[in-house]
């Protein structure tokens, strides 16, 4: 009885309204009856007003997509140690904990005003919140949400296909968990993604070359069991940061990476089980800070192009095979802070690397003549890698590093010319 007297009020509003605001524009009504008994009633006036309803790509729509889908991922959880997901009650996502809210735009990119109402998810932060369980596809629902960070807890599986969907994602950071599987592809299809931080899991297979024409700003895929050989496309990626320590990866660096924006500022090759030289075009970053390709089984001589690495701080080329003399080009680095070139097969120091000897850096277990902490004769009589043809371009002394990447393209164009 309350119900239909309630319903009647309101439709009589609206015929008032209707009778007195002709001339303003549309009137829009949507009522709804709830399978409880509950009645809801939105009312819009003027061109283009939603009101309360419902329509494709409003924030209440993607507040109640919101609510879908966090409802379906918390039932997804099966250990919440820190009863985090004890607030995830109600239809207000946006007071669940570890859930960020923000103001929708209109479409000029105008925020509205600050209401619930006019509000979506922005963002997820449950970084150390010692989750156990698995993603669900409906949280690609969240169509609003630019950051995703899950840092330290115990997610299992695979990351669903789904997620090509999260088109507006910026940030996603699965670090630390118990994720399986290939890499997951469906990050290759957000068109808005900048960081994406996958380490420690349990990913395996092969690195896609998609991955390095994606403008990504940050790669961390270290600590997982990826393998095979790394992209021949590498230099693709404008990267400021890429780790790709601690997989399994083998064959060479490729030659492309002497190729890559200016902007690289730290990568890391560490752990794996790369062969070959050390690219000559190393050299072209000028403003790295960290070069690690330590425990792999890297050969040749260091090439003179690491005379242009300035801003370099942690230089490790420790655990390869690499020989020949250690010059002054690498010993002289301006900023160098940490240089490591223990366990491999360097032969001889120039004068500037016999200064650092008693400073403090790593020069043990080579085959340096006079020096202790070195290589058993037996095992520096035969160099590793002493027929490996590593590619040394001739360049004036001192090398002109503003030249270097002028000169090694010259070189890449002759080299592909006359290949067969």
Request: aromatic fraction near 8%; charged fraction near 15%.
């Amino acid at each position: 009885m309350e119900n239909t007297l309630f319903l009647n009020f309101f439709l009589l509003l609206f015929l008032l309204l209707l009778r007195s605001n002709a001339a303003k524009g549309a009137i829009s009504v949507g009522v709804g009856v709830g399978g409880r008994g509950g009645i809801g009633v939105g009312i819009g006036i003027g061109n283009g007003g939603s009101g309360g309803s419902n329509t494709p790509g409003s924030s209440v729509s993607n507040l109640n997509n919101a609510f879908t889908a966090l409802q379906a991922w918390k039932s997804a959880i099966t250990d919440d140690p820190l009863k985090i997901l004890d607030t995830w009650v109600g239809p207000n996502v946006c007071s669940y904990k570890g859930v960020f809210c923000s103001n929708s735009q209109d479409d000029n990119g105008i925020a509205t005003t600050a209401s619930t109402e006019s509000s979506v998810v922005a963002g997820i932060d449950l970084n150390h919140a010692n989750l156990q369980g698995t993603l669900v596809k409906d949280l690609s629902l969240l169509s609003d949400i630019t950051l995703f960070h899950l840092n330290t807890n115990r997610i299992s599986g695979s990351v669903p296909e789904s997620f090509r969907d999260l088109t507006s994602l910026r940030e996603l950071d699965l670090s630390n968990n118990q994720l399986s599987g290939p890499f997951p592809t469906a990050t290759l299809s957000m068109p808005s993604l900048v960081y994406l931080d996958l380490r420690y899991n349990n990913f395996s297979g092969q690195l896609p070359d998609e991955l390095f024409n994606k403008k990504l700003d940050a790669i961390f895929l270290n600590n997982n069991n990826f393998v095979g050989e790394i992209p021949e496309n590498l230099g693709n990626s404008p990267a400021s940061v890429i780790n790709l320590a601690n997989n399994k990866l083998s064959g060479s660096i490729p030659f492309s990476f002497g190729f890559m924006g200016s902007r690289l500022k730290e990568i890391l090759f560490l752990n794996n089980q790369l062969t070959g030289c050390i690219p000559q075009g190393v050299g072209i970053f000028t403003e790295m800070q960290v070069f690690d390709v330590s425990f792999n089984s890297l050969m040749g001589h260091l090439p003179d192009t690491m005379s242009c690495l300035q801003d370099i701080e942690v230089l490790n080329l420790a655990n390869n095979k690499l020989s020949g003399e250690l010059p002054d080009v690498v010993c002289s680095l301006r900023s160098l802070l940490n240089l490591t070139v223990a366990h491999n097969f360097f032969s001889g120091l120039s004068q500037g690397c016999s200064r650092l000897f008693n400073l403090g850096f790593d020069f043990s277990d080579n085959c340096i003549p006079g020096r202790n902490m070195q290589r058993p004769q037996p095992e520096c009589s035969g160099i590793p890698g002493g027929s490996l043809n590593c590619l040394r371009i001739p360049a004036p002394k001192p090398l002109v590093c503003a030249t270097l990447a002028a000169t090694l393209s010259n070189h890449a164009n002759s080299s592909y010319s006359s290949s067969p």
